[in-house]
């Protein structure tokens, strides 16, 4: 496994940890992994860009995975494949979210581009079909 899988595969581990026990110092230890200037880049298929900039620095990405609906017993997420090519790190999951007690499956895809050691860039594309609104 090299490097960048390895760290990757660590900051899906630590996410989780942080988002499963709502510890603040698990969400501090997230940054460590992460640029200052990371970009969070989400496929938009509603707009003329493929790719949307939903977040620009490492505490925005915190504070967005310490919201509500992504807190360990709303969303849990299963790593399907996970392959290098270059810089980039491809992460396919099952991702699980629970609202009203009935479980919607869908399936994500991360790609990370890992540069000095540190996550500069993740895009990522959910199959949101069938999944409610809100």
Not at 10 to 35: G, H, K, M, T, Y
Request: some cysteine; aromatic content about 6%; proline content about 4%.
């Amino acid at each position: 496994m090299s490097d960048d899988v390895a760290l990757v595969l660590a900051w899906i581990e630590a996410s989780q940890r942080a988002r499963n026990s709502q510890r603040p110092e698990d969400f501090d230890a997230l940054r460590r992994f992460l640029a200052d200037d990371v970009q969070v880049k989400l496929a938009s298929p509603w707009t003329d860009s493929p790719w949307r900039i939903a977040y620009t620095s490492a505490n925005q990405i915190v504070d967005r995975l310490n919201a509500p609906i992504n807190q360990g017993p709303t969303l849990t997420t299963e790593n399907t494949n996970v392959v290098q090519a270059g810089r980039d790190v491809l992460v396919e999951q099952l991702s699980t979210i629970t609202l009203d007690g009935e479980d919607h499956v869908s399936t994500v895809c991360h790609i990370f581009t890992v540069e000095d050691g540190r996550i500069q860039q993740l895009r990522t594309y959910r199959n949101d079909h069938g999944l409610p609104t809100g």
